[in-house]
């Protein structure tokens, strides 16, 4: 990439890192539902990935508004292809590992939910990093967009955490005694 000047530039490049965590979890969110054995946590882990989808195209719109009023596009960047998250390819290693761990459903299930709400954790800081950037520079579509996707890995982070806490932790305390 091409020297970054100022927080315009920084902000591109957290849209960049960001775009390539929702397509790795697009990818990944499935293989995520079939291991789980909880029938609402298999369903929790499909609305998100509907939802990722929609996240993925908020940034492309994202890109957009930032590419009309671009000093110069990043060439650089279109030869050379773009980011890659290393961070969500590293959780979503270390949750592979995880999953393929000899375990109870049960334990495989709490295991899934803790790799999952990482991702999420991740996704919430990089999103709220990239919020702030917008509303320094006074980019209000841009906030706006990035506003609600943050919103919404809250929404997840919180859902996995009910289900952690009232459903799956119960099971997994249980071990093999309460296999379903
Ligand atoms: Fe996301
Ligand atoms: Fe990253
Ligand atoms: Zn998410």
């Known amino acids: 990439m091409d020297k970054m000047l100022d927080l315009r530039d920084l902000l591109q490049h957290e849209i960049d890192d960001l775009y390539s965590a929702e397509e790795q979890i697009i990818e990944a969110l499935p293989k995520m539902a079939e291991k789980a054995t909880n029938p609402a946590l298999r369903q929790a882990l499909n609305e998100h990935l509907q939802v990722t989808r929609l996240q993925k ?3 492309d719109s994202v890109k957009k508004l930032l590419e009309s009023e671009n000093k110069e ?3 650089l960047e279109k030869i ?3 980011t890659k998250c290393k961070g969500t390819e590293g959780l979503i290693k270390e949750g592979e590992k995880m999953m393929g761990e ?3 459903d049960a334990v495989r299930d ?3 939910i803790a790799s999952a709400q990482k991702i999420e954790h991740y996704e ?3 999103y709220g990093t990239a919020r702030a950037y917008a509303m320094q520079l ?3 579509e841009v906030e706006e967009l990035l506003t609600a996707t943050l919103n919404e890995e809250y929404e997840a982070d919180d859902s996995l955490t ?3 806490f009232f459903d799956v932790n119960l099971q997994a305390e249980g071990g093999a005694d309460d296999e379903r």
């Open 73 to 75: 596009p990043g060439f």
């Open 138 to 140: 006074g980019l209000a």
């Open 57 to 59: 195209k908020r940034l």
């Open 124 to 126: 919430i800081s990089g």
């Open 162 to 164: 009910a289900l952690a």
């Open 102 to 104: 000899n375990m109870e």
């Open 80 to 82: 050379f292809g773009s």
């Open 110 to 112: 709490a295991a899934i």
